[in-house]
């Protein structure tokens, strides 16, 4: 097998994120975006924000919707004004 420019170990933590739900599953990049969204930003505004294309932050927005098993920028922004539980919440 071929190792990435990252290497092997860090492979296998992404792909180990993958299978988390809720937001300790969330990278670094998907929690900005979605605490972005959230406040109603636009996906060119979060973009032109981190330096990012419009379409790399609809598929971590795709991603952030899977993980947290909603399906609209409502429900997220919804989930971001929840107190705590027991999942790791959001800082904003």
Same mark, same amino acid.
């Given at each position: ?14 792909? !180990?994120?993958?299978? %988390?739900?809720?937001?300790?599953? #969330?990278?670094? &990049?998907?929690? /900005? ?24 932050? !609809?598929?971590?927005? %795709?991603?952030?919707?899977?993980? #947290?098993?909603? &399906?609209?920028? /409502? ?18």
């Amino acid at each position: 097998p071929q190792q990435g420019p990252r290497g092997s170990s860090d492979l296998a933590h992404r792909q !180990a994120l993958r299978h %988390h739900v809720g937001w300790v599953g #969330l990278t670094p &990049g998907e929690h /900005a975006v979605a605490l972005l969204a959230a406040a109603g930003a636009s996906n060119q505004e979060i973009a032109a924000l981190r330096g990012t294309s419009s379409r790399t932050v !609809a598929n971590q927005l %795709h991603q952030v919707f899977q993980k #947290l098993r909603i &399906g609209s920028r /409502a429900e997220l922004s919804t989930l971001v004004c929840q107190p705590p539980s027991e999942d790791v919440a959001p800082s904003a």
